[in-house]
Structure formats: structure tokens, C-alpha cells
């Protein structure tokens, strides 16, 4: 508990001259305008109608500022302890998955000291919250492969809900990560496609997709009838044009162009800035996280060709979902800004296929000069 905790005070810390002293760096912009709205709910106990889903946050905390007082550092230490929370849950993903203590400890001590996550888990923003559930979210589909255990579709269930009423983008992460865990707890070990599969499950998994697809496009607050090409395309274009941009207006004609368009948008989203884009002192601190950040995904890709048959599974399933929630944010984000703070939610997931399956125990071959040797494994 030791990173964990140390984690915790580090942004106790940031809470603190926030609260009195501040704003700290991440606590003005949408922070201050959460903190704003919370403010008016908690002295009129009015909610306006034109504040939509994404706002559901600023109703919770404007509920605590009445119970208690209308402070930003009230608000900052909760994000704190919801930070702390997810950590305990991470914790528990990472113990289910047997990897030994000494690089769980590491996997912790990453999530606990990286700068970013510091400033904008300790402040009155959602994506602490995200982050709690999408690890909460996470944890109960490793209870469901791993231990078989279906009575956490409950929680899986419960936490889709609140990652849906903190964005409406995640609504869409929520119901993929549902399908994904269908998916997998199907397959055998040994197959990913199956005669089994194919004749009992496949069907199902196409009515759930089919499903999950047309619920997202009912309850989000896109225009959807020209496609969803159309629909990423007009969402790019709505932004006003500033240094840290890194996408202008592009042009998506159909869903081929969309194709096209996802692998640089991913690319552009965990890369940027590039080094020729680096300006200030900030730009370089975020350029330095990235290069981390490639690097943990390209140790969770080298891990798949070497680690024992029984962990491949899990592996590929939080590969899978951790490309599918960057890949969310990179379709609606356009400059490095917003990236460092959409990077958050999938944090956790990153330092289990990043860090975690470091572990030589859970590979077949301890020595990585091997790998090329099983690829054919």
C-alpha cells in the first residue's frame, strides 16, 4: 500500500493549495466551471435543464458543497479519495492476475507518481471518475474471465452506468466492454475462433453489437443520420483553431476515409507533441509521458508472443480495451491539451499490460533474446 498511499498525499498536496492558495496547474479552465456549477446547485438546489448528462458530476458535487461547504478544496479532496479508490481496485486487478509483488509494486509506483495524473486527479474534473470506473469496469470483467464469477455483471453493469452519466462518449467504451467480455468468455484458451463459437455464440454477439450500437446512437446528443463518418467529421470541425492543435478540420467522406483517417488520429493523439511542435516547458514534460506511454504499449505487445498460454487471454482482452478507449478519445480530441487529460481514464489498464506482464514468471521464456523463437507459439 505504500505507493498507493504516497500516491494519495502527493495529490492531498496539490488539494491543499488548490483549496487555499491555488489555482493549481489543471484547477482553472473546466475545473473552475465543474467547481461553478456545483456552487449553484448546492445554493438553490436548482439543476437547469441546459446542462446535459456530461454535468451529472457538477449535481454530485454541488450535493457534497451542501452537506458540507461550498469549498474547491472539499471538491479536490474527493477527487483525491476517488483516486485513492481506484488505485485499491487497480491493486486488486493486478493481484487476480498473479503477477509477483515486486512489479505490481512498479505498475503502482507509475500510477501513483506520474505528473499528469497528479494534477488532474486531485482537481474538481470528471477524469478521476473515469478512471475509477473504468477500472472498477475493468476488474469485474477480470472476476468474470478469470474466476467465472457472473455475479459481477453486476458491478460491470453499475459501472458502465456511471461512466455513462460522466461522458457520453464512454457509454459507447461501456457497451464495448461488455461485448468484449461476452467475446471472451466464449473462446477457448487455446482458439480464437471455434466451431462452438461460431454455431452458439456468434449470433448472440452480433445481436448485443447490433444492440449496443443502436443504444449509444439514441441516447448521445449527436446527429447520427448521415453516418457516423459524417458524425466524427462535424465534431473535428467544431473547434476553433489554437498552438496546441494538432488535426484542422479534416475531411472524412464515408466510412473508408474514416478508416484512413483512425490510425493517424490514434497516432497523433498518444504522440503529439512532436518534437517540432515543442515550445514550452510543458510541451516537453507531455512529449516525455508520451514516449513512457509508447513504450509500456510496445512492452504489452512484445509480452503477447512470450507469455504462458492460460495469460494470453486477459492479455489480449486489455489490450483490446485499452486501444478502444484511446481510440474513442483520439476520434474526438484535436490538440495535446485535451490528450493529456483524456490519457487518464485508461491509465490503469496501461500499467497492467505495460508493467505488469514484465514479470519473467509469466512468461515461457524468461530471456526476451528468445521471442523470435515463438512466434509461432
Known amino acids: 500500500m505504500k505507493f498507493i498511499l504516497i500516491g ?29 456549477v456545483a456552487l449553484y446547485v448546492s445554493n438553490t438546489g436548482v439543476f ?20 458540507t461547504l461550498n469549498s474547491i478544496f472539499i471538491g479536490s479532496l474527493l477527487s483525491c479519495f476517488a483516486w485513492l479508490i481506484s488505485a485499491i481496485v487497480l491493486n486488486k486487478s493486478i493481484q487476480l492476475l498473479g503477477i509477483h509483488q515486486k512489479y505490481r509494486n512498479r505498475a503502482l509506483f507509475f500510477y501513483a507518481i506520474i505528473p499528469s495524473s497528479i494534477l488532474f486527479t486531485s482537481v474538481t474534473l470528471r477524469e ?24 459481477y455483471w453486476f458491478l460491470l453493469s453499475i459501472s458502465a452506468l456511471f461512466l455513462g452519466l460522466l461522458h457520453f462518449g464512454l457509454v459507447l467504451y461501456a457497451l464495448l466492454v461488455a461485448v468484449l467480455t ?52 462535424s465534431y ?44 514550452t516547458g510543458l510541451d516537453l514534460a507531455l512529449f516525455v509521458e508520451n514516449i513512457f506511454r509508447c513504450l509500456f504499449i510496445f512492452f504489452a505487445v512484445k509480452a503477447f508472443f512470450t507469455v504462458k498460454q492460460y495469460l494470453r487471454t486477459p492479455l489480449v482482452f486489455l489490450i483490446f480495451t485499452f486501444l478502444a478507449i484511446e481510440m474513442l478519445w483520439a476520434l474526438g480530441t ?14 490503469g ?21 528468445t521471442i523470435n523463437r515463438v512466434k509461432n507459439f
Not at 446535459?52 to 457538477?58: F, L
Request: aromatic share 18%.
Open 8 to 36: 494519495f498525499f502527493l495529490r492531498f498536496l496539490v488539494a491543499v493549495w488548490n483549496g487555499f492558495f491555488g489555482p493549481s496547474f489543471g484547477a482553472d479552465g473546466d475545473a473552475l466551471m465543474f467547481h461553478d
Open 48 to 67: 437547469e435543464a441546459k446542462y446535459n448528462i456530461g454535468w451529472v458530476y457538477s449535481i454530485f458535487l454541488g450535493s457534497v458543497y451542501y452537506l
Open 128 to 151: 478521476v471518475y473515469q478512471l475509477l470506473f473504468v477500472n472498477t469496469l475493468i476488474y469485474s470483467s477480470l472476476m468474470i474471465l478469470i474466476r467465472k464469477n457472473s455475479r
Open 182 to 233: 461476452f467475446y471472451f468468455t466464449s473462446i477457448r484458451q487455446e482458439k480464437i475462433l471455434s466451431l462452438e463459437l461460431i454455431i452458439f455464440y456468434l449470433p448472440a454477439l452480433v445481436i448485443l453489437s447490433y444492440g449496443a450500437a443502436n443504444l449509444f446512437t439514441s441516447i448521445v446528443p449527436f446527429d447520427f443520420s448521415d453516418g457516423l463518418a459524417a458524425a466524427v467529421e
Open 236 to 279: 473535428q470541425m467544431g473547434h476553433n483553431e489554437s498552438r496546441a492543435m494538432y488535426v484542422y478540420k479534416p475531411e472524412i467522406n464515408g466510412l473508408f476515409d474514416l478508416f484512413l483517417f483512425m490510425p493517424v488520429s490514434l497516432l497523433q493523439y498518444l504522440l503529439e507533441p512532436m518534437p517540432w511542435r515543442i515550445a
Open 334 to 347: 484535436v490538440n495535446w491539451g485535451s490528450a493529456v487529460r483524456h490519457h487518464i481514464p485508461g491509465m
Open 349 to 369: 489498464i496501461l500499467m497492467i499490460i505495460g508493467v505488469c506482464f514484465l514479470d519473467p514468471s509469466l512468461h515461457v521464456f524468461k530471456n526476451s533474446q
